[in-house]
């Protein structure tokens, strides 16, 4: 018992030293789950009294409390069939299917791959033209669910499909405007094994489930850090396969990653690719290349890009109240990075939701809402960042509607006489990417 009170003393003791030197302790207790110790989590401080001067008494008593008195960890914890409030990976994709069928004018549903486990990876493409890449209209990509247990950003995803449409059939013009000039194209879940293992109860699920030696088949350990499976500095991701950020044996080595970097080099589908919103949770931050704090310290972009970004960055923030600070760890193989330095597009890592930090095992509520105004506030922030993307006060695009043939010769006019002005380019952002295409 000595030992133990030493230990918690000492935990609360260092809270106190990187808080506040004068605050007291309220704890929220769980009973550990089955070889598990007990876990301890300071929940709020108040101004009143140095943390030191607790008593061992008092600490012991805590102690107790939570070993014999607190509510169970099970009693406690929310998963997806308790909340109750998410769609489930098969209505997604039933979904899917119905919402081009009855808006078809809009919407094309490509199967780009198969899961590990044989499930479709499904991306929608919406656009005035849809089944059709239109080489002089710029594809703008909006990816989520590569993190199993971050559920919220697939039901970010598939609503901003919905609002898109919804907001071209009712007539709103920057709506209009904005799919009549882009081609959007919007992947709902990059990782549905491990989804489906979330909706069996299992919240703690973040990789997905192909089965390496040395991992574990029954916990977490079990599949590979989708985001930290693609090109840019694969190589210095984690390798240790038991660790919930493992990148895999080789880069692009899951069926996942490597089903959608082939689509994106697909010319049928894909031809500029000019920005791109990857949405996670377990923060609120949008992060702009480099995600790591390291990279981003030690290897700067060129000014103009970094610019680009940060007004960028800046104004998504303004929009949802969502910071732009750094996160705290490096990340590699990150699918934002590797989209900006292959395609040169403006790609972003937006962390739309994190719960209180004082659930350690309460995965499904840490990383999800578990109300509905919780999960509409999150949404519409993703849904502001992307439709602020999307629009002409993020990137001018002058491209006609195809049915209107005046606006096309005036454009085809413009377009030979900037043929006859050499030098002159699209504005120097856009500029330095495309020479990092080659």
Avoid at 46 to 65: A, H, Q, Y
Avoid at 191 to 219: A, C, H, W
Wanted: glycine share 6%.
């Amino acid at each position: 018992m000595a030992n133990i009170y030493s230990s918690l003393k000492h935990y609360l003791k260092t809270f106190a030293q990187r808080k506040n030197p004068h605050f007291e302790i309220e704890l929220v207790c769980y009973r550990a789950p089955a070889g598990r110790p007990g876990s301890f989590v300071a929940q709020r401080s108040i101004e009143v009294k140095p943390l030191v001067f607790f008593k061992p008494s008092i600490l012991v008593g805590i102690l107790v409390s939570c070993l014999f008195l607190g509510t169970t960890r099970d009693a406690l914890s929310d998963d997806f069939a308790s909340v109750g409030l998410y769609q489930s990976f098969d209505e997604l994709v039933t979904w899917a299917h119905a919402f081009e069928t009855t808006n078809s004018d809009l919407v094309n549903l490509v199967e780009f791959g198969r899961s590990y486990q044989d499930r479709p990876l499904l991306a929608l493409q919406i656009s005035v033209q849809p089944g059709i890449n239109d080489p002089t209209k710029p594809e703008f990509l909006f990816t989520a669910g590569l993190h199993a247990r971050e559920v919220i950003g697939s039901q970010a995803a598939f609503q901003l499909a919905e609002h898109l449409v919804d907001g071209y059939r009712n007539g709103d013009p920057a709506t209009m405007d904005s799919l009549a000039e882009r081609e959007v194209w919007i992947v709902p879940n990059l990782n549905p094994d491990g989804r489906i293992r979330v909706e069996e109860g299992y919240s703690r699920q973040r990789k997905t489930m192909e089965l390496f030696p040395g991992q574990n088949p029954n916990n977490y350990t079990r599949g590979v850090d989708l985001n930290r499976n693609f090109p840019h500095r694969w190589d210095q991701a984690l390798s240790t396969v038991t660790d919930e950020t493992y990148r895999g044996p080789s880069v692009l080595s899951t069926p996942e990653a490597s089903s959608l970097w082939s689509i994106l080099q697909d010319n049928d589908y894909f031809n500029d690719l000019w920005a791109a919103i990857d949405i996670h949770s377990g923060a609120e931050t949008i992060l702009a290349p480099w995600t790591s704090p390291t990279e981003f310290r030690d290897y700067p972009l060129p000014p103009e890009d970094r610019a680009k970004f940060d007004f960028l960055a800046d104004t998504m923030s303004q929009l949802t109240g969502l910071s732009t600070d750094r996160l705290s760890y490096d990340s590699y193989g990150v699918l934002a990075d590797s989209l900006y330095e292959t395609f040169g597009a403006y790609a972003f890592v937006e962390e739309i939701f994190t719960g209180p930090w004082y659930y350690p095992y309460d995965y499904f509520k840490y990383f999800n809402p578990i109300n509905q105004f919780g999960i509409d506030e999150s949404v519409n922030d993703a849904i502001a960042s992307a439709m602020f993307l999307i629009s002409d006060d993020a990137f001018l695009i002058a491209i006609p509607e195809p049915s209107s043939l005046v606006i096309l010769s005036l454009m085809g006019f413009l377009f030979i006489l900037r043929l006859l002005e050499p030098g002159k380019d699209q504005g120097m952002s856009r500029a330095e990417a495309r020479r990092r295409r080659g």
